[in-house]
Structures are given as structure tokens and as C-alpha cells.
């Protein structure tokens, strides 16, 4: 009986601090945002949880991860604040960013501007393989935009 006691108490002290420590970890929840917007907005092109892509962009963003804010961004169906994101990120010689910059630009309509950075990307980014990837998933979330036609 004493060992069984023990043995809930212990439990209980291990699911306390498991509590205590979940309640305290800012990016736990993060993370989940992350997750969910990976999950239903890029997978599955749900746009009803678009809120999720913001969130986790706004908190990339203030870390100074710009590309990533500014891919999060239009997955979160706010391509001003991607522009600005790939900018700042462009500024910080994160080149793998101009992608998103030409994406947001497109989106935006600066067609002629997006095409060249586009071309700019091409050349500056030896592994660029995702691209297509990442326009298949904006096509389904920004569909009268042509990104059909967005193309190196």
C-alpha cells in the first residue's frame, strides 16, 4: 500500500512539473502554430487556418528568420508583410529570401519586378528545387493571381 501511494505521488509530482514546464515554454505553442499551418494551409490549402501562419511569422520575424516570416506570411495570405519581411531579409544577405520576394511581388502585381527577381534568385541560389513546390502550394491559396504563369 505505501509503495502504491509513493508511486501516485510520484506521478502526480512528474505531471505537475510536465504542467508547470509546458506553461512556461513560449515556444511550445509556437511551435504548434508552426505545425498547423504547415499541416492544413500548405498541405491541405485550408485557408480557414491562415490565422496560424501569421502568428508563427510574426514571432519569426521579430527573431530576424525574414525569409521564413515572409514564406509564413503568404501562406498566411498577407503578401505586403512577406515584402517587407524578404526585404529586410535581403538587406541581411539572406539571399535564399528573394524567392519569397518575387513571389510577394507577383502576388502584388509588380509582375515585371517579380520577374526579375525571380532571375535573381535563379542565379544567386545554387539549390532552388523547391520553388516549384512552394508555387504549387500558393496556387491553391491564391488562385486568380495567375501564379500558373509564374515562371523562370
Given at each position: 500500500?505505501?509503495?502504491?501511494?509513493?508511486?501516485?505521488?510520484?506521478?502526480?509530482?512528474?505531471?505537475?512539473?510536465?504542467?508547470?514546464?509546458?506553461?512556461t515554454c513560449s515556444g511550445c505553442s509556437i511551435g504548434k502554430e508552426?505545425?498547423?499551418?504547415?499541416?492544413?494551409?500548405?498541405?491541405?490549402?485550408?485557408?480557414?487556418?491562415?490565422?496560424?501562419?501569421?502568428?508563427?511569422?510574426?514571432?519569426?520575424?521579430?527573431?530576424?528568420?525574414?525569409?521564413?516570416?515572409?514564406?509564413?506570411?503568404?501562406?498566411?495570405?498577407?503578401?505586403?508583410?512577406?515584402?517587407?519581411?524578404?526585404?529586410?531579409?535581403?538587406?541581411?544577405?539572406?539571399?535564399?529570401?528573394?524567392?519569397?520576394?518575387?513571389?510577394?511581388?507577383?502576388?502584388?502585381?509588380?509582375?515585371?519586378?517579380?520577374?526579375?527577381?525571380?532571375?535573381?534568385?535563379?542565379?544567386?541560389?545554387?539549390?532552388?528545387?523547391?520553388?516549384?513546390?512552394?508555387?504549387?502550394?500558393?496556387?491553391?491559396?491564391?488562385?486568380?493571381?495567375?501564379?500558373?504563369?509564374?515562371?523562370?
Open positions: 500500500m505505501v509503495k502504491k501511494i509513493a508511486g501516485i505521488l510520484l506521478m502526480a509530482s512528474v505531471w505537475g512539473s510536465a504542467a508547470e514546464l509546458h506553461a508552426k505545425l498547423q499551418c504547415d499541416y492544413y494551409v500548405a498541405g491541405r490549402g485550408d485557408k480557414s487556418r491562415q490565422e496560424q501562419c501569421r502568428i508563427y511569422a510574426d514571432y519569426v520575424n521579430i527573431d530576424g528568420a525574414y525569409p521564413k516570416a515572409a514564406w509564413y506570411y503568404l501562406l498566411a495570405g498577407v503578401p505586403q508583410k512577406a515584402l517587407e519581411a524578404a526585404r529586410k531579409g535581403l538587406e541581411q544577405k539572406q539571399r535564399y529570401g528573394r524567392e519569397y520576394l518575387a513571389l510577394a511581388l507577383w502576388i502584388t502585381g509588380k509582375r515585371k519586378e517579380a520577374k526579375k527577381e525571380l532571375g535573381r534568385f535563379f542565379s544567386d541560389v545554387p539549390k532552388h528545387d523547391y520553388f516549384e513546390r512552394d508555387r504549387k502550394v500558393l496556387l491553391a491559396l491564391y488562385p486568380g493571381k495567375d501564379l500558373q504563369e509564374f515562371r523562370p
